[in-house]
């Protein structure tokens, strides 16, 4: 925890120019960054799921970047797109920068890849004037020969990038237009060039002032002629790097989840020792249901983050998803379940509309939850001593990137076609529960509803907040039902299905929770703190 809080404490900082006056754009971390970087790295978090040909090892590099996010979340950002730009270069045939990125190493010197064994990748799409509007673009992209375009071909970029995140990577994904085309390709643009040379069009103008993720440094990138390669068809480029960017959002949806956990467990060490008038916090009833709220919360996200990675890997493994870990209860629809498996056909839609309601959900409800953590130390919450501070700070970030709450909840309408697929796997927990089967049919009418209409008119666009979120909420329902142990499962179908909003309001443990099971769900989260 010592590098975690050094790396946080001390921003990194741009050097552009060297000694001598020459252009070089390096950026200086902290040397507890670095040895967060080399730890994350050698352990797999980034490399495990494509390195292991294994089903399950996307899941279990799930598992990894969750725990990540825990430590500290700013260095996760270079991981997060490292393992993220893999399937786009593997599908266009560049192994040759896929072996580098997949082996278990960290090599940060300023260096050409020719020299390194292993390297790390980021992506630059937005500029200042379109935003998430990528089409709005004007970075050009010219071939050095006019002769040969197209996929694998040399181009010179003439642009600017608004965000550019951890811009000491070796390589990055990033957009421009071509001539004749009205949509952008996409190109991989390296800091050096095959010669040994420094691809000195590549320039770092400044560093954002970030209100958190301030071990991460990410920077405004100008692009001078700088030598790019064509990845992928020519005016295409937003379906390249769309695999990229769903795996980004996975990530966000476990970083979220994470940081939630990470939050909660403070929390629960705080109150389970700090006295208040003569007695533990925890022991108070109305702190004892609030955490409680927070404990159901945290686990329906895991959960979700989880069964999400379970899709993805199922999608690039092209096996279908086992029901392998269920719900230790008993009964015939748990029996039921132990033999019904997803069909890795449909895995891809699953995980293409599922991770779209997950990130647009968990990660908006993480600021929130982070808020209540915080708020159960009282002042000293707001206190840097304590750290909440720094979690807090970071909690709107996965929300923010990646696709803000608007452009999500549009995504999740223009992928109306998997909607059918996505409400399968939610019906598999039909008969487990009266009142989710109520709601599930509820959502069944409303999304066939939107979709025998114009998806994309403006009466649906306004309601689509409101459907996502009807969305997310059946999703975790069924998996908490599925998978969750029961007794979190009851009280998250009871809290967040049945519940009248009229009379239990909506503020996290405003919902009442019997006093039994306040304390099973809380001693089930708090097994493992020290008493």
């Known amino acids: 925890m010592k590098h975690a809080t050094l790396a946080e404490k001390n921003k990194p900082t741009l050097r552009q120019f060297d000694s001598y006056g020459r252009r070089i754009d390096v950026i200086d971390y902290h040397d507890s960054y670095h040895h967060l970087m080399q730890q994350g790295l050698r352990n797999g978090v980034s490399a495990f799921g494509h390195a292991t040909a294994e089903a399950g090892s996307h899941v279990a590099r799930a598992g990894l970047i969750y725990m990540e996010n825990q430590l500290e979340p700013g260095h996760c950002c270079p991981l997060v797109m490292t393992t993220a730009a893999v399937p786009p270069l593997l599908k266009w045939g560049r192994t040759d920068l896929v072996d580098k990125l997949c082996t278990m190493d960290y090599d940060p010197r300023d260096v050409p890849i020719e020299e390194k064994v292993a390297i790390t990748a980021g992506m630059s799409m937005t500029e200042k004037q379109g935003g998430s509007d990528v089409r709005a673009n004007t970075t050009l992209a010219t071939p050095l020969d006019p002769a040969r375009t197209g996929h694998d071909a040399s181009y010179t970029l003439r642009g600017h990038k608004w965000f550019t995140s951890a811009p000491m990577s070796d390589i990055f994904l990033t957009l421009a237009m071509t001539r004749g085309k009205d949509t952008p390709s996409c190109f991989i643009v390296s800091r050096w060039l095959p010669d040994g040379t420094r691809n000195t069009g590549f320039r770092v103008m400044r560093l954002k002032d970030k209100v958190g993720d301030r071990a991460n440094a990410s920077s405004e990138v ?57 007695s533990p916090l925890i022991a108070h009833p109305l702190m004892e249901n609030l955490l409680t709220d927070l404990c159901v919360e945290s686990e329906a996200h895991t959960l ?20 392998a870990f269920l719900t230790s209860g008993a009964g015939p629809m748990v029996e039921k379940l132990k033999h019904t498996d997803t069909e890795y056909t449909e895995a891809q839609e699953l995980f293409r509309i599922g991770v779209a309601v997950g990130k647009y959900w968990v990660t908006k409800r993480y600021p929130g939850f982070a808020y209540e953590c915080m708020e159960a130390f009282g002042g000293n919450g707001y206190v840097e001593d304590f750290n909440m501070g720094m979690l807090y700070r970071q909690s709107p970030l996965n929300a923010i990137w990646e696709g803000s709450g608007n452009i999500i909840a549009l995504d999740v309408l223009r992928a109306h076609k998997s909607f059918p697929v996505l409400l399968r796997d939610i019906k598999l927990a039909c008969g487990m529960d009266p009142s989710l089967d109520e709601f599930i049919s509820d959502i069944e009418k409303r999304v066939s509803r939107a979709a025998s209409e114009n998806i994309m008119s403006p009466m649906i666009q306004r309601e689509a907040r409101r459907l996502v979120d009807m969305l997310a909420l059946a999703m975790q329902a069924s998996v908490m039902a599925r998978y969750g142990d029961p007794t979190v499962a009851e009280a998250y179908i009871a809290s967040r299905i049945k519940r009248d909003r009229l009379n239990s309001g909506l503020n996290y443990g405003s919902f009442v929770y019997p006093s039994d099971m306040s304390k099973c769900i809380i001693e089930r989260n708090t097994s493992g703190l020290i008493k």
């Open 304 to 323: 979700t983050a989880l069964h999400l990675a379970g899709a993805y890997d199922s999608s690039l493994h092209h096996r279908n998803i086992p029901a």
């Open 222 to 278: 100008e692009y001078d002629d700088a030598h790019a390669v064509m990845l992928g068809e020519e005016g295409r480029g937003v379906k390249t790097i769309i695999e990229m960017v769903q795996s980004t959002r996975l990530d966000c949806v476990l970083g979220s989840a994470g940081g939630a956990r990470r939050a909660l467990q403070q929390a629960l060490n705080h109150v389970t020792h700090r006295k208040s008038f003569g």
